[in-house]
């Protein structure tokens, strides 16, 4: 147990070579602790001269908050001089990147913490900076400097066997709100996402494996896409090996998509018109592109009537021929043209 005063503060600090000075709670919002660093006297670089102190000017940094206030680190620095007229050095500013970076506002530690919280814990960057007490280009700009050395870190990938493209709205821009759009890549068995490039082309996602070092696109055995042109092109020609797998989101809303299809062409050849409200087939749409598990048995009575009333088999044949479903009778027939509902 510590009992000096001196040294609790220092502990509490829990910064290596530093001092504290003095606690300041005059202010509502943050509590500010003075600090200052053990430093030898240096020598000049260019003449070897022992410097003199100029100036202690006292810089403001933002740190972790102290017993469920923010708090502000004031930092009085040393900013030495030569003491040769004829030197042409003149005076500097002594740093410490274990204290803060420089040209940034916010403590190391401070800054680390809000790259993990922003990074990993996936908070916002108003969030942390509410919780700071700061400004939110305070807090960006310190996820901008630590955080861009771990994205560019070619370690930071590492080895995996499925690869996933997938378009995403980025942004809407300008007065017209013009669309921005991106592309993601992500690892799919860890369900990690691997980085974010400008636009939805092949040319980009191809640049982008392209950067990967020497033999890391041979092990990806499996390519996930949303059967997009520009993602097939983009693996036919960097991943020919790799075995092209469907998003099964798009394989169903294609399937309905065709289905639909289908639907509205017997619409049009049976009746010489689009869907309207008293239709069968116009008022089965919905219920046929509704999972069967989803269906109770009041709908799926509904759907089977529906079907069978549009059935253009059951309205032209004559009696006693049986009845074939809708569905069944055109199986077998790729859709022609598509016309709105």
């Known amino acids: 147990m510590e009992t000096n005063a001196t040294r609790m503060c220092a502990l509490l600090v829990a910064m290596a070579d530093v001092v504290v000075l003095a606690v300041d709670d005059q202010r509502r919002e943050a509590i500010c602790v003075h600090v200052e660093q053990r430093v030898e006297r240096p020598v000049c670089a260019e003449c070897g001269t022992a410097a003199w102190v100029k100036d202690r000017p006292v810089v403001e940094l933002v740190d972790l908050g102290c017993f469920g206030r923010p708090a502000r680190l004031m930092w009085h620095k040393h900013r030495w001089c030569c003491p040769e007229l004829a030197c042409p050095v003149g005076s500097w500013t002594s740093q410490d990147r274990r204290i803060a970076a420089p040209r940034l506002a916010m403590t190391d530690r401070a800054g680390r913490w809000a790259t993990l919280q922003v990074g990993r814990q996936g908070r916002t960057v108003a969030e942390v900076a509410r919780e700071l007490g700061c ?3 305070t807090v960006n700009d310190a996820v901008i400097a630590y955080g861009t050395p771990l994205v560019e870190d070619p370690a930071r990938v590492g080895a995996l066997t499925a690869v996933g493209l997938d378009e995403l709205l980025f942004a809407r821009q300008g007065p017209w709100r013009t669309q921005a759009w991106s592309t993601t890549i992500a690892d799919v068995p860890a369900g990690r996402l691997l980085d974010i490039i400008e636009g939805r082309s ?4 191809c640049r982008w494996f392209e950067q990967r070092p020497a033999g890391w696109c041979e092990q990806i055995a499996w390519a996930v896409l949303d059967l997009s042109g520009p993602w097939r092109l983009t693996f036919d020609t960097m991943l020919p090996w790799a075995a092209q797998v469907a998003d099964p989101f798009d394989l169903v809303k294609l399937a309905n998509q065709r289905l639909d299809d289908v639907r509205r062409r017997v619409q049009n050849e049976t009746l010489g018109h689009r869907g309207h409200k008293n239709d069968p087939l ?14 109770d048995d009041r709908g799926r009575t509904k759907l089977l009537g529906l079907l069978d009333a549009g059935d253009p088999n059951t309205r032209s044949a004559p009696p006693g021929t049986p009845k074939r479903s809708c569905a069944r009778s055109t199986t077998t027939t790729t859709p022609t043209s598509r016309s709105s509902s």
Not at 202 to 205: K, P, T, Y
Not at 282 to 295: F, G, N, V
């Open 202 to 205: 092949a040319a980009e996602a």
């Open 282 to 295: 116009y008022r089965s749409r919905r219920l046929l592109t509704k999972a069967d598990e989803r269906l």
């Open 135 to 137: 400004d939110w280009h």
